[in-house]
């Protein structure tokens, strides 16, 4: 039998041994909490519409800037999924860049746009004014307000939805782009330089003068308005209105030698000088700022589809 100091020796030694296990550790270091970086406050990826408008004309706009979301969504959707090697690219963009093309649709869905405004109330003046097609649909405000669009009367009358696309012979190539309204929406943000940043312009409007764009001179489609309004639109016929052919019309005529004789006016320019312009972005094809307050003459120009635009 163990002497009773020994076994208190031994005991006391044991607790000593173990009592690492044991003990309470000390508290950890807390490590000041890193500030986060607000990227995102305050980003504004909706078009705002102006009090000017009616609650009639609210619903009305705001429904056209959703359809102009749903073929920019549709269309940067489809580059992602598919590729440069579809067809439908191809056919539109030839071999430019997919990244340039995607982005630009990404731009005009979620992109910041404060200050960006659609509004009803004519303040230029410009409403009244008319062309061959009859008083105007609208202009970009230019230097009076460069964030600006005005809406005139007649866009509530001569656009389409899109629901129409593809019936009663509302077809691809055969109106011009502009008359369906989430397109004529989409062509009116590309002309708000804080969305585009002036890349992008008219090298070419009517369907066959896109398509030759495409075949002849690919690096310009990715700066031309016409080519993403006509690409968003038939890419949405064959996957969502009418799969998978969609409506491209029959008296949609292909390029022939004599398309390039179309005449586009002072704020464009035309499909042939497109096709002879080097890769890079000549000035031509570059957004300009012009007073809103010009005349029509120097405000509106006439796409190669007979389509009078103006600013």
């Known amino acids: 039998m163990l002497a009773p100091t020994l076994l208190v020796s031994l005991l006391a030694a044991s607790a000593a041994h173990a009592a690492p296990f044991f003990s309470v550790s000390s508290a950890p270091k807390v490590l000041a909490k890193r500030a986060e970086t607000k990227t995102w406050e305050g980003h504004v990826a909706d ?45 539109y963009f030839g071999n ?35 062309t061959a097609e009859g008083k105007w649909a609208g202009h970009y405000r ?47 943000m590309m002309h708000i330089p804080s969305i585009v940043y002036h890349h992008v312009e008219h090298a070419a409007d009517s369907y066959p003068d896109v398509l030759a764009l495409a075949a002849s001179n690919s690096s310009l489609t990715v700066y031309n308005q016409a080519t993403f309004q006509r690409y968003a639109l038939d890419a949405y016929a064959r996957d969502v209105a009418f799969p998978p052919n969609g409506c491209v019309g029959a008296s949609a005529h292909l390029p022939t030698d004599d398309d390039d004789a179309h005449s586009h006016g002072a704020a464009s320019s035309s499909a042939s000088s497109s096709a002879s312009a080097t890769a890079t972005v000549p000035a031509e094809v570059t957004v300009g700022e012009a007073s809103a307050t010009a005349t029509a003459a ?14």
């Open 142 to 188: 230019g230097s009076n307000a460069t964030e600006e669009t005005v809406i005139c009367d007649r866009t509530y009358t001569d656009r389409w939805h899109l629901s129409s696309l593809c019936w009663d012979g509302n077809e691809i190539g055969v109106a011009p782009a502009s008359h369906w309204l989430g397109a004529d929406l989409l062509h009116r």
């Open 47 to 91: 078009v705002q519409i102006h009090e000017s408008c009616n609650a009639s004309q609210t619903v009305y706009l705001r429904n056209g800037l959703n359809e102009m979301k749903a073929l920019a969504e549709h269309a940067h959707d489809r580059i992602l999924t598919l590729g440069e090697t579809d067809p439908l690219y191809v056919k």
């Open 298 to 311: 120097g405000s509106c120009h006439t796409h190669g589809d007979g389509e009078v635009h103006c600013e």
């Open 96 to 130: 430019a860049s997919s990244a340039a093309a995607s982005g630009l649709y990404a731009q005009i869905v979620w992109g910041n746009k404060p200050g960006v405004l659609l509004r009803c109330d004519n303040p230029d003046g410009n409403c009244d004014q008319s």
